[in-house]
C-alpha cells in the first residue's frame, strides 16, 4: 500500500452496534476512523425495534474494545445480567459509545464505494489505489477517500417480500396500506387501535414472527374479536418453536416456549404449507391471500410480513466482491452459517479468512456479512470487527487467531427438506460438520 493510501482513514458505514465496535477497535490500534451513519443518531435501526427485547444480556452485547473506551470515560455500565431492550441498547450503549468516539457523521448516506478513478473492470493500479467513498447529506454530495471501508451497514432496510418465491406477491404493492413489515408495538395506542378486533395475519416462522403471535394472542385475550392467523411455509410448524429449555440462550428458547403456548391454546389460526402467491382486495374492501396451491384466508384486515431480511448490495457495485450466490455472503463464511445445515445454531469460528474479498481492504461485516441467513449475533460481529481490524493493523497473528463460543438453540437434527413435515437426521446436531482447514490453526471452536 502507497503511504499516502495507508494515512488515509478507515471508513466504516453505519453507526449500530458493529459499525461502532469495529470503530472502537480501530481508534485502540491507533487507525484514524471515519463512521458514516445514514440516521440521526447512533442505533437508528436498532431504535426503530426500541420495543424489543433482546435474547441477550448485557454482558454478550457489549464489545471489550468498546467496553474498555466507555469505563474510561466513568461510563455508567448496566447490570450484566439483565435483558436490553433496542432502545435500552441505543440510548445506555451505542450513544455513550458514539459520543466517546467523537468520530460518527450523522445523517451521511453511502450512495456507492469505488477504487479511486477505477470502475469494476479496471485491473491497472487497482489494490495501490484509495477507495473512494460516495456520500450524500444534507451539505450536497461529497467524496470520501479511505484505505479501506468496512460496510456494517446491516440489513434492516431489506426486508423479505410476502411472496413465497422471494419476490412480492401479485398485489402486495398495491396493498401496502394493510401490510407492515415489522414487529408494532403494541403498547402504543395507535398499533392497538390498528388491530385490535382486526383479522391479522403474520407471515413468518423466526424471532419476529413469534414476537408477533405472542403480542397479538395477548391482544386477542383483551379484544375477543381479534382474530389471529400464521402463515407457515413449511407443511409443519413444529420447528419455528425452537430448542425450549434446551436452548443455550434462555429468552430464545422462553420466546418459543411462549409463542408455542398461543398457538396451542387456540388463539391463532395457523394454515401450514402456505406458500402466498396473490394479495387481492375483497368486494367489502378485506383482503384475501392466495397460496401457489389455491389455498385462500380471507377476511383479512391487517398482514405483518416478518420474513427476514437480505442485504443491499447496490452500495457494493463498482467493487469486486466475492458472495455466495445463495446465502449473498462472503463465499468462505456462507458453508458455516447457512441455515439449511446449522439449524442448531452452530457456527464455527471465523474472522478475517472467511470475511476477505477480491477487492483488497473491503470487508462486510455484522449482519451485512450473513446475507440472507439469520443466525447472526452480536457476539460474532465483535469477533469479527476484532480480526479484521487486527489485520489492517499488521498484527497477522491476532486476526488470524479466531475465538468464538457461541450459544446453541437446542433445535438439533438439520433443517430437512424444505417440503418434508418434520426434519429428519442430518443436520449440525444430528451429524456434525466438519469446520473448513482454513480454521485448524489458532481457533478454538466451543460449538
Same mark, same amino acid.
Given at each position: 500500500?502507497?503511504?499516502?493510501?495507508?494515512?488515509?482513514?478507515?471508513?466504516?458505514?453505519?453507526?449500530?452496534?458493529?459499525?461502532?465496535?469495529?470503530?472502537?477497535?480501530?481508534?485502540?490500534?491507533?487507525?484514524?476512523?471515519?463512521?458514516?451513519?445514514?440516521?440521526?443518531?447512533?442505533?437508528?435501526?436498532?431504535?426503530?425495534?426500541?420495543?424489543?427485547?433482546?435474547?441477550?444480556?448485557?454482558?454478550?452485547?457489549?464489545?471489550?474494545?468498546?467496553?474498555?473506551?466507555?469505563?474510561?470515560?466513568?461510563?455508567?455500565?448496566?447490570?450484566?445480567?439483565?435483558?436490553?431492550?433496542?432502545?435500552?441498547?441505543?440510548?445506555?450503549?451505542?450513544?455513550?459509545?458514539?459520543? !466517546?468516539?467523537? @468520530?460518527?457523521?450523522? %445523517?451521511? #448516506?453511502?450512495?456507492?464505494?469505488?477504487?479511486? +478513478? =477505477?470502475?469494476? &473492470? /479496471?485491473?491497472?493500479?487497482?489494490?495501490?489505489?484509495?477507495?473512494?467513498?460516495?456520500?450524500?447529506?444534507?451539505?450536497?454530495?461529497?467524496?470520501?477517500?479511505?484505505?479501506?471501508?468496512?460496510?456494517?451497514?446491516?440489513?434492516?432496510?431489506?426486508?423479505?417480500?410476502?411472496?413465497?418465491?422471494?419476490?412480492?406477491?401479485?398485489?402486495?404493492?398495491?396493498?401496502?396500506?394493510?401490510? !407492515?413489515?415489522? @414487529?408494532?408495538?403494541? %403498547?402504543? #395506542?395507535?398499533?392497538?387501535?390498528?388491530?385490535? +378486533? =382486526?383479522?391479522? &395475519? /403474520?407471515?413468518?416462522?423466526?424471532?419476529?414472527?413469534?414476537?408477533?403471535?405472542?403480542?397479538?394472542?395477548?391482544?386477542?385475550?383483551?379484544?375477543?374479536?381479534?382474530?389471529?392467523?400464521?402463515?407457515?411455509?413449511?407443511?409443519?410448524?413444529?420447528?419455528?418453536?425452537?430448542?425450549?429449555?434446551?436452548?443455550?440462550?434462555?429468552?430464545?428458547?422462553?420466546?418459543?416456549?411462549?409463542?408455542?403456548?398461543? @398457538?396451542?391454546?387456540?388463539?391463532?389460526?395457523?394454515?401450514?404449507?402456505?406458500?402466498?402467491?396473490?394479495?387481492?382486495?375483497?368486494?367489502?374492501?378485506?383482503?384475501?391471500?392466495?397460496?401457489?396451491?389455491?389455498?385462500?384466508?380471507?377476511?383479512?384486515?391487517?398482514?405483518?410480513?416478518?420474513?427476514?431480511?437480505?442485504?443491499?448490495?447496490?452500495?457494493?457495485?463498482?467493487?469486486?466482491?466475492?458472495?455466495?450466490?445463495?446465502?449473498?455472503?462472503?463465499?468462505?463464511?456462507?458453508?458455516?452459517?447457512?441455515?439449511?445445515?446449522?439449524?442448531?445454531?452452530?457456527?464455527?469460528?471465523?474472522?478475517?479468512?472467511?470475511?476477505?474479498?477480491?477487492?483488497?481492504?473491503?470487508?462486510?461485516?455484522?449482519?451485512?456479512?450473513?446475507?440472507?441467513?439469520?443466525?447472526?449475533?452480536?457476539?460474532?460481529?465483535?469477533?469479527?470487527?476484532?480480526?479484521?481490524?487486527?489485520?489492517?493493523?499488521?498484527?497477522?497473528?491476532?486476526?488470524?487467531?479466531?475465538?468464538?463460543?457461541?450459544?446453541?438453540?437446542?433445535?438439533?437434527?438439520?433443517?430437512?427438506?424444505?417440503?418434508?413435515?418434520?426434519?429428519?437426521?442430518?443436520?449440525?446436531?444430528?451429524?456434525?460438520?466438519?469446520?473448513?482447514?482454513?480454521?485448524?490453526?489458532?481457533?478454538?471452536?466451543?460449538?
Amino acid at each position: 500500500m502507497a503511504a499516502d493510501v495507508a494515512n488515509l482513514p478507515v471508513v466504516v458505514i453505519g453507526a449500530g452496534p458493529i459499525g461502532l465496535a469495529a470503530a472502537a477497535h480501530l481508534r485502540e490500534r491507533g487507525l484514524d476512523v471515519v463512521v458514516l451513519e445514514r440516521g440521526a443518531t447512533a442505533g437508528a435501526a436498532v431504535r426503530e425495534w426500541s420495543h424489543v427485547r433482546l435474547f441477550s444480556p448485557w454482558s454478550e452485547v457489549v464489545d471489550p474494545a468498546a467496553r474498555r473506551l466507555l469505563e474510561s470515560r466513568d461510563w455508567d455500565a448496566p447490570k450484566p445480567a439483565r435483558y436490553p431492550t433496542g432502545g435500552d441498547w441505543a440510548e445506555q450503549y451505542l450513544q455513550p459509545l458514539a459520543d !466517546a468516539l467523537g @468520530v460518527v457523521r450523522y %445523517g451521511h #448516506e453511502v450512495t456507492g464505494v469505488a477504487r479511486l +478513478g =477505477r470502475d469494476l &473492470v /479496471v485491473d491497472s493500479g487497482r489494490e495501490s489505489s484509495a477507495f473512494t467513498v460516495h456520500v450524500r447529506s444534507a451539505s450536497g454530495e461529497e467524496r470520501i477517500a479511505a484505505r479501506a471501508v468496512l460496510d456494517a451497514s446491516g440489513t434492516w432496510a431489506g426486508v423479505n417480500p410476502l411472496g413465497s418465491d422471494g419476490l412480492p406477491a401479485a398485489g402486495e404493492r398495491a396493498h401496502v396500506d394493510r401490510i !407492515a413489515y415489522r @414487529v408494532p408495538d403494541f %403498547g402504543d #395506542e395507535a398499533a392497538r387501535e390498528r388491530y385490535a +378486533g =382486526r383479522h391479522v &395475519v /403474520v407471515a413468518g416462522t423466526g424471532a419476529s414472527a413469534k414476537t408477533a403471535l405472542i403480542a397479538l394472542g395477548r391482544l386477542a385475550k383483551e379484544e375477543p374479536t381479534t382474530l389471529v392467523s400464521w402463515l407457515v411455509r413449511r407443511p409443519s410448524a413444529a420447528a419455528a418453536f425452537g430448542g425450549g429449555e434446551n436452548d443455550e440462550l434462555s429468552e430464545r428458547g422462553a420466546l418459543g416456549d411462549q409463542a408455542k403456548a398461543v @398457538v396451542g391454546d387456540g388463539a391463532v389460526r395457523t394454515s401450514t404449507g402456505f406458500r402466498t402467491a396473490a394479495v387481492d382486495r375483497q368486494e367489502d374492501g378485506r383482503l384475501r391471500l392466495t397460496s401457489e396451491d389455491g389455498q385462500t384466508v380471507d377476511d383479512v384486515d391487517e398482514v405483518l410480513v416478518l420474513t427476514g431480511f437480505r442485504p443491499e448490495l447496490g452500495l457494493l457495485s463498482e467493487v469486486r466482491l466475492d458472495l455466495d450466490p445463495v446465502l449473498q455472503a462472503p463465499r468462505l463464511l456462507a458453508p458455516l452459517i447457512d441455515p439449511n445445515v446449522h439449524s442448531c445454531g452452530t457456527v464455527y469460528p471465523h474472522g478475517v479468512t472467511e470475511l476477505a474479498q477480491p477487492e483488497a481492504g473491503l470487508y462486510l461485516l455484522g449482519m451485512k456479512s450473513y446475507g440472507r441467513a439469520t443466525s447472526f449475533l452480536a457476539l460474532t460481529g465483535f469477533e469479527q470487527v476484532r480480526s479484521v481490524v487486527a489485520e489492517l493493523a499488521g498484527d497477522h497473528e491476532a486476526a488470524t487467531a479466531v475465538e468464538l463460543v457461541l450459544p446453541e438453540s437446542g433445535v438439533c437434527g438439520g433443517s430437512g427438506d424444505f417440503d418434508e413435515a418434520e426434519s429428519v437426521g442430518g443436520g449440525c446436531c444430528g451429524a456434525p460438520v466438519e469446520a473448513p482447514e482454513v480454521l485448524t490453526l489458532g481457533v478454538r471452536s466451543g460449538v
